[in-house]
């Protein structure tokens, strides 16, 4: 017997502010996006420790998400030749995976500002296909909250380069603060703190590829980015008008 889709029922967020567009608004007007409840926060449901029972969740080694993400880098790098001289220092940042053991659950996947709405009750968050060029499969697959993490502070990066200004590296730090605050509670542990770094140089290399493929005039961006978490040489930023 065939089974098909019926129908899809769609919650309407009524008076809903698009999470970007505040961010920005914040920016030009030299506001903290971090105080007020005015920044989005991390679900509770995505701390593993507290979302046992509500999602499954697993536990895989350290050395197998680095190796997927090393797969992901040589392909981005035949993609993108601007990640070339980065290529060594990238590689020894995955391996600070090391042997130890990284929590993994059903995770948004694609977690930005522009999933972000602000409605009258509050932060709502949208879209969970994950990131548009992978595949079904992989959407689906399990990883660690970090990833959902390392999406909101580098769509903070992204807002503080789109209005370049004296105040703009400042408010991204404060905002970087704040959700890493609002998530772990306090300062991250080593391991937590090299995990997050690998998985937001692993998005920023996707940015790389995303940019060079569409927007080659912002790839500079994420290039930054890859630079300071990477310890390498930077290269000048580009500017985005949403993300």
Same mark, same amino acid.
């Given at each position: 017997?065939?089974q098909?889709?019926?129908?899809m029922?769609?919650?309407?967020l009524?008076?809903?502010?698009? /999470?970007w567009?505040?961010?920005?608004?914040?920016l030009?007007?030299?506001?903290?996006?971090?105080?007020?409840?005015?920044?989005?926060?991390p679900?509770?449901g995505?701390?593993?420790?507290?979302?046992?029972?509500?999602?499954?969740?697993a536990?895989v #080694?350290?050395?197998? @998400?680095?190796?997927?993400?090393k797969?992901? #880098?040589?392909?981005?790098?035949? @993609?993108a030749p601007?990640?070339?001289?980065?290529?060594e220092?990238?590689?020894a940042?995955?391996?600070?995976?090391?042997s130890?053991?990284?929590?993994?659950?059903?995770?948004? /996947?694609?977690f930005? #500002?522009?999933?972000?709405?602000?409605?009258?009750?509050?932060?709502?968050? @949208?879209?969970?296909?994950?990131?548009?060029?992978k595949?079904?499969?992989?959407?689906?697959?399990?990883?660690?909250?970090?990833?959902?993490i390392?999406?909101?502070?580098?769509?903070?990066?992204?807002?503080a380069?789109?209005?370049?200004?004296p105040?703009?590296?400042?408010?991204a730090?404060?905002?970087r603060?704040?959700?890493?605050?609002?998530?772990? /509670?306090?300062?991250?542990?080593?391991?937590d703190a090299?995990?997050l770094r690998?998985?937001e140089?692993?998005?920023? @290399?996707?940015?790389?590829v995303y940019?060079?493929?569409n927007?080659?005039?912002?790839?500079?961006?994420?290039?930054?980015a890859?630079?300071?978490l990477?310890g390498?040489?930077?290269?000048?930023? /580009?500017?985005p008008?949403g993300?």
């Amino acid at each position: 017997m065939q089974q098909a889709d019926l129908a899809m029922v769609v919650e309407k967020l009524a008076d809903a502010v698009d /999470g970007w567009g505040l961010a920005l608004d914040s920016l030009r007007a030299g506001e903290s996006f971090a105080t007020g409840g005015r920044q989005p926060r991390p679900c509770a449901g995505r701390d593993p420790r507290r979302a046992a029972g509500r999602v499954p969740t697993a536990r895989v #080694l350290g050395p197998r @998400i680095a190796s997927t993400m090393k797969e992901r #880098l040589a392909q981005a790098a035949l @993609i993108a030749p601007d990640l070339g001289p980065y290529v060594e220092q990238l590689r020894a940042c995955f391996d600070d995976l090391g042997s130890g053991i990284v929590e993994v659950q059903r995770v948004h /996947g694609d977690f930005h #500002l522009g999933q972000t709405p602000h409605t009258p009750g509050g932060w709502k968050i @949208i879209d969970f296909e994950g990131e548009p060029v992978k595949s079904l499969a992989e959407r689906a697959a399990p990883d660690s909250v970090w990833r959902d993490i390392a999406g909101m502070l580098r769509s903070f990066d992204y807002a503080a380069a789109s209005v370049p200004g004296p105040g703009s590296v400042a408010w991204a730090a404060e905002c970087r603060t704040a959700f890493l605050r609002g998530y772990a /509670g306090g300062p991250l542990d080593p391991a937590d703190a090299a995990t997050l770094r690998a998985y937001e140089l692993d998005k920023a @290399i996707y940015e790389v590829v995303y940019e060079t493929r569409n927007r080659p005039d912002w790839v500079g961006i994420p290039l930054a980015a890859i630079a300071t978490l990477a310890g390498a040489p930077t290269h000048p930023p /580009g500017r985005p008008s949403g993300r």
